[in-house]
């Protein structure tokens, strides 16, 4: 049947045409969320306000949409065709309409420092095995049947590629990795037993499809594996992870709440990376500037935290081959499963950890994930890059886990500050202006207080009615800084 048109020959006025965008939102909802109730949620509807959208997004496309499968609703091949430029015009919009959509370009002196450094370890190639030779494929028939026998395998690749198969068959006949299943499928990959074709075929269904707290507990545990980290488990620590993108060139505020909350008596171990590009070393950089030890091995590491309270970890020296696959993010010019893994590798076992995740969706996915590994304590905070740093201009919901039970803490909006003109100053000079108190800037003093605030009650395992009385404690904190 031919296609009807989005909008109808008498809908010409503009007004009206913007209004059938409504309907493109709200196929994208249904597309990402896979079922009419979650994308009323996330569109603030009822679900039978989503079904009358879902009705008239099925006539004007001739096509169901959705389809059920089992349990569970999955996109018809028209559908999926539309995917891609949805989500492209959702990134757009997005983009369009975020409070800080277009920044003034900061002005820097032409003899300043900037947070463009090096990074202090060289970049290792990815660990993989020889490309082999595609031939002699199994039928269909032949690989349904190889399916049920993974566990047998004793070749690593065999049994990988026959996961790729669960995950990557058509619709309405695949399904999730089990935790043991992943776990074993990245203990491969993380072990460099992999081709590159396994890996890019692994890495780019499961993040098209959106990978299970199950598929993450089991990535964890191959992660831990492979890695051999140790099991400290040291008393009231916080695991701070610190995934930025590589061209983000903002100022790096929480490194400041994290010092804080070390000079409170809490161990702070700080980890992460800022790619392999010409900013790569900035979380080092940031580091050095306020004394906080940047070790590359795990018994460096651990001996640093005993005595100094905090220390940055770069992913590069005590993960080569996690931070290589993460590094492939050009090749598909999007994220993979691999950004979830690091947000929890918690390298010296601390009791919290307190984790900042981009995607919307993945929120409550890292905290069920870490109850299946058997966390007692995690807080996930809604954040711009793979970092927990508390913006304290909009409210936020922190998912967490405090011993062992499931929390949500609300934490509401504080008024907007005025932020103040700059000096002639870099980012980084300016950044370091503000902790030793040559610059004023309340905004930025906001935001390292809300997160140094948050980091302690995660740390302590308080609760929401406990906000002022960290809030306080952050404040003392911050205004004995340079004493202690």
């Known amino acids: 049947a031919a296609t009807r048109p989005l909008v109808s020959s008498k809908a010409t006025k503009p007004h009206a045409r913007l209004g059938q965008l409504r309907l493109l939102v709200a196929l994208d909802a249904l597309l990402v969320e896979g079922s009419v109730g979650g994308a009323a949620i996330q569109m603030g509807l009822s679900i039978a306000a989503m079904s009358r959208l879902l009705g008239q997004i099925r006539d004007i496309y001739n096509d169901p949409i959705l389809v059920r499968s089992g349990r569970r609703m999955v996109a018809t091949p028209r559908a999926e065709a539309l995917r891609s430029r949805l989500r492209s015009l959702a990134v757009e919009a997005e983009a369009l309409l975020a409070p800080n959509a277009w920044q003034p370009p900061l002005v820097e002196s032409n003899n300043a420092s900037s947070w463009a450094k090096p990074g202090a370890l060289p970049v290792v190639p990815l660990g993989i095995r020889p490309v082999i030779q595609l031939e002699n494929q199994p039928t269909p028939e032949q690989l349904a049947a190889d399916l049920s026998r993974i566990d047998a395998e004793n070749d690593p690749r065999r049994r990988l590629a ?12 695949t399904r999730p990795l089990s935790e043991a299943e992943a776990e074993d499928a990245f203990y491969t990959i993380f072990r460099a037993e992999a081709d590159p074709m396994q890996i890019s075929a692994l890495l780019r269904l499961m993040h098209y499809r959106g990978e299970t707290a199950p598929e993450l ?4 545990r191959a992660a831990k594996r492979a890695l051999q980290l ?8 916080l695991d701070w992870p610190a995934y930025m993108p590589p061209k983000y060139r903002q100022a ?5 709440s994290a010092k804080l909350v070390a000079q409170a008596g809490y161990p702070v171990v700080l980890h992460g990376s800022c790619g ?4 790569a070393g900035k979380l080092e950089f940031a580091c050095e500037l306020l004394d906080i030890p940047v070790c590359k091995t795990i018994a460096e590491a651990s001996a640093a935290v005993a005595t100094t309270n905090i220390v940055y970890m770069p992913l590069a020296a005590f993960a080569p081959q996690i931070f290589q696959l993460l590094a492939l993010y050009p090749l598909f010019e999007s994220r993979s499963p691999i950004n979830s893994v690091t947000q929890m590798l918690n390298p010296l076992n601390c009791d919290v950890s307190l984790v900042g995740v981009t995607q919307p969706t993945y929120r409550e996915l890292h905290r069920d994930a870490a109850k299946l590994l058997g966390w007692m304590n995690i807080a996930v905070l809604s954040s711009s890059r793979d970092v927990a740093e508390l913006m304290p201009y909009r409210p936020h919901i922190i998912h967490q886990l405090i011993g062992g039970k499931a929390i949500d803490m609300k934490i509401a909006s504080i008024s907007r500050s005025v932020k103040p003109e700059r000096i002639d100053l870099s980012t980084s000079e300016y950044w370091q202006a503000v902790w030793h108190g040559r610059a004023n ?5 906001e935001t390292i207080l809300a997160t140094a605030t948050l980091a302690l009650m995660a740390v ?8 002022p009385k960290w809030r306080l404690k952050a404040q003392q904190l911050w205004q004995n800084r340079l004493g202690s």
Do not use: C
């Open 230 to 237: 140790p099991a400290l488990n040291i008393r009231k620590s």
């Open 252 to 256: 790096p505020w929480f490194i400041q």
């Open 217 to 220: 507990a089991g990535m964890m």
């Open 441 to 445: 800037d309340e905004q930025a003093e």
């Open 276 to 279: 392999s590009g010409p900013f």
């Open 460 to 467: 302590t395992g308080s609760y929401e009615v406990e906000w």
């Open 162 to 173: 026959k996961y790729i198969a669960v995950i990557g068959r058509k619709i309405g006949h």
